[in-house]
């Protein structure tokens, strides 16, 4: 996790993301409360027995988004290390070297490989880490929207390095607007997903749900208003607890759970052992993103 130095409204961003808000308060207020955001969250992960490194954003310069780590970012558990190409200018400068290094210190992960993306950019193509990708590691399937921050032929480059087989496809707002991130509409976990079906044409719709129950794990469905509220942008992480050992944490916001209706709700529940539910308001309503972009998991290193 990063904790924002400048956290705000950001215009280049918001271009291609619907989701984000200017707000008529101070920038000093919108920062400090994005900070206590971040650190609530922070608390409530550690609290649950979750390993977390909070790193501190550096000013200059302006990094605006530097809350969502996990869009230049991916760690894989082969040690596989890959920086990824921004659409947004402004967004290139949170690629921070001393970052990477304080992250495979504290958490112990020892990069083998070096996959970086990130000179697409000067042709103009991008894909946005996690977000652009949502993976399942079982399956080794990589599924991404289409849209200005996800290039398909970078999505296929991705999954011939890493070994992953692409499922692309478009998805919709209601306003007819492509989804700007796979992990606002699209969840993947040990035995369940989440997936808003009504955003994709009937193709896509047949094809990519098949490959989702192809898992074994039992499909969730939730609406475009749910997405609208972060009730796809979830994580499921690795923990540990006295009474039950290793075990599932799922992490959503405050207004992702509100969104989801009580059968929903259970059917998450039923999937992991334990979920955690922060409100992250500010970060979502002027950043256009919830909990799952401010995490850019650490897996284990395989031996």
Do not use: K
């Not at 976990?189 to 989440?194: D, I, L, M, Q, S």
């Not at 794990?217 to 609406?223: G, H, T, V, Y």
């Amino acid at each position: 996790m990063v904790n924002p130095a400048c956290f705000g409204y950001n215009a280049e961003t918001a271009a291609s993301n619907v989701l984000q808000h200017p707000s008529a308060d101070g920038a000093s207020a919108v920062i400090a409360r994005a900070r206590a955001e971040t650190a609530a969250l922070c608390q409530a992960l550690r609290s649950e027995g979750v390993q977390v490194l909070l790193a501190e954003d550096a000013s200059p310069p302006r990094r605006p988004d530097a809350v969502f780590p996990n869009n230049w970012i991916s760690l894989h558990s082969d040690g596989t290390l890959v920086l990824y190409p921004m659409l947004a200018p402004s967004r290139r400068a949170e690629r921070r070297a001393e970052l990477i290094d304080q992250l495979c210190e504290t958490l112990a992960f020892r990069p083998r490989r070096r996959l970086d993306l990130t000179a697409h950019e000067n042709a103009g193509r991008f894909l946005e880490g996690t977000g652009s990708l949502v993976l399942d590691h079982v399956g080794r399937l990589a599924y991404a929207c289409r849209s200005a921050r996800t290039d398909e032929a970078l999505v296929r480059e991705w999954a011939r390095a890493l070994d992953y087989e692409p499922v692309v496809f478009d998805a919709i707002d209601a306003q007819g607007l492509a989804y700007y991130h796979t992990n606002v509409m699209l969840w993947i976990g040990t035995r369940a997903a989440v997936l808003c079906s009504e955003a994709l044409p009937p193709s896509d719709r047949t094809r990519v749900c098949a490959r989702l129950r192809a898992g074994g794990r039992e499909l969730i469905e939730i609406d475009r208003a749910a997405v609208a509220a972060f009730a796809g942008n979830l994580l499921e992480l690795a923990s540990w607890d006295e009474a039950l050992g290793d075990c599932s944490l799922l992490v959503m916001s405050s207004s992702a759970r509100a969104a989801l209706g009580a059968g929903t709700l259970r059917q998450l529940e039923g999937s992991v052992d334990t979920v955690l539910c922060v409100p992250v308001p500010t970060i979502e309503n002027i950043g256009g993103g919830s909990v799952r972009c401010m995490l850019a998991e650490v897996p284990e290193c395989e031996p």
